[in-house]
């Protein structure tokens, strides 16, 4: 009996430590289906990252939506009732030469036509380039030697006249080729042979560069120093290589001038050297970090950024992150349509603070329990971030139309640069950097004030040289 009750007790044992084990394993198990899951719902929101909900480029997606139009049934071209457009005649003054055409002698009846000359004509005009060749000049340095002393002398370089070979106007051709139009240094070299008949190399066009941004030199630390002056600034940065090394251009814009300049770091350093003593005006950027050395109450946060990120967690293979995000999407949505409702006039400013009112107190809502989430650590820093630059979300509300909530001008004034970045892999040197950066600012610069910017190069080249005053300046 006793020896029957030691084998129940060890039985028993075996049993209890078997199924510890086996509750051990049980609890690894589901700690390991969590961490499991949660691998897998961050592997299908990176899956789901696309140019829509992140700031990636759109030439990245992998897999591209096709765009769905129902068709209108209407043929191709201008729709019937659409109102035409056509080019005006140029005055006769600014006509060249005029050729006078005289409708045939006989009828196809055989009668004389006779010609009425006061019938109104029919005037056809016809724009043609005329065949451009460079014009050269040669400058000849004669040579002396006093009869005193023999010292021999040898006459220099008129004033205005540099050493380099291309003119003014040429020089401004050629530096506008690569920064206006986007043209390859090959491709300037091809188009001055065939349409010019002017043979330069690649060596000339570089050096030609690095002398046209000597000579704006002045004006572009013009624009520099200005940036402290302006009541508003919209600032975005992008990456850039130089010889290979990463570096960083950063852009500050708005409505009447555009400082773009290239640093070898991404950081506050750079806001800090460029505005030393601060700045009181109202910034518009993303939600980067670098940005938080301007006051929250003179920022303003980009929507059309917040827009792409709460389209990312609306896509999120986490219901709860889901739920936060089409929430937050909701309300942008109508925040924008509230916004263009304003703009244009149809409602006034007191039904416009009103509805942003009601959106803050949802959109508050929706970032608290976003950043209480259990569990979400993703969702919980991003709606934390938010509620900790709140007061950067709404300054464009107060403004009375002074501030946009997006940061779409930076966008596009930086655009210029990023295709030039795409089609010359960057710049080769430190030369080629400060040549892109100067023509960059003051080109958009001139655009926005209205000055033609193939003239004031010509300008800045022509003072430069002869040491004068410019003719063409920028209001900044």
Request: aromatic residues 10%; positive net charge.
């Amino acid at each position: 009996m006793e020896f029957m009750e030691d084998i129940d007790k060890y039985s028993l044992l075996q049993f209890k430590t078997g199924y510890d084990v086996l509750m051990s394993q049980v609890k690894h198990l589901r700690l390991e289906n969590e961490h499991l899951k949660k691998e897998i719902v961050t592997l299908q929101d990176k899956l789901n990252i696309n140019s829509s909900n992140s700031s990636i480029s759109p030439s990245t997606d992998f897999k591209k939506s096709k765009k769905t139009s129902k068709p209108r049934g209407g043929k191709r071209g201008g729709q019937e009732g659409r109102k035409g457009t056509s080019r005006a005649l140029a005055d006769i003054k600014d006509v060249n030469k005029v050729e006078s055409v005289l409708p045939p002698e006989l009828c196809s009846c055989g009668g004389q036509v006779i010609v009425d000359e006061n019938a109104e004509v029919w005037r056809h005009q016809k724009f043609e380039l005329p065949k451009i060749m460079p014009e050269i000049t040669e400058y000849q340095m004669h040579q002396g030697q006093c009869t005193k002393c023999n010292k021999k002398h040898r006459a220099a370089l008129p004033a205005g006249v540099g050493r380099n070979m291309l003119g003014p106007r040429a020089l401004a051709l050629l530096a506008q080729s690569s920064t206006t139009y986007n043209v390859t240094r090959k491709k300037v070299q091809k188009l001055f042979q065939e349409w010019f008949g002017l043979k330069i190399s690649l060596g000339c066009i570089s050096e030609s560069e690095a002398r046209v941004a000597e000579y704006v030199e002045e004006c572009y630390k013009a624009l520099e120093s200005a940036l402290t002056r302006q009541a508003s600034l919209n600032a975005d940065e992008t990456s850039h290589k130089q010889s290979g090394v990463k570096q960083f251009a950063w852009i500050f814009t708005n409505k009447d001038m555009t400082f773009l300049t290239i640093k070898p770091g991404r950081g506050k350093k750079v806001l800090k050297n460029l505005f030393p003593e601060g700045y009181s005006g109202d910034v518009t950027s993303d939600r980067y970090a670098a940005y938080n050395v301007f006051a929250l109450e003179n920022r303003q946060v980009c929507f059309a950024h917040l827009l792409r990120d709460f389209t990312r967690f609306s896509n999120s293979a986490d219901s709860y992150s889901a739920k936060i995000g089409k929430g937050l999407l909701h309300q942008t949505e109508k925040l924008f349509i509230l916004y263009n409702r304003r703009k244009l006039g149809k409602i006034s400013e007191g039904k416009f603070l009103v509805g942003i009112s009601e959106i803050k107190k949802r959109m508050d809502s929706l970032l608290y329990m976003g950043s209480n989430a259990f569990n979400i650590p993703r969702l919980n820093r991003f709606c934390k971030n938010l509620e900790k630059i709140r007061p950067a979300l709404w300054n464009f509300a107060y403004s009375k139309g002074q501030i946009e909530p997006t940061n779409n001008l930076a966008e596009r004034d930086l655009r210029k640069f990023v295709i030039w970045r795409k089609i010359s892999f960057g710049s080769q040197s430190e030369r080629g950097s400060r040549f892109m950066e100067r023509m960059i600012s003051i080109s958009a610069t001139c655009a926005k004030q209205g000055i033609d910017f193939s003239e004031f190069l010509i300008d800045s080249t022509n003072s430069f040289l002869a040491k004068t005053p410019q003719t063409i300046t920028l209001n900044i």
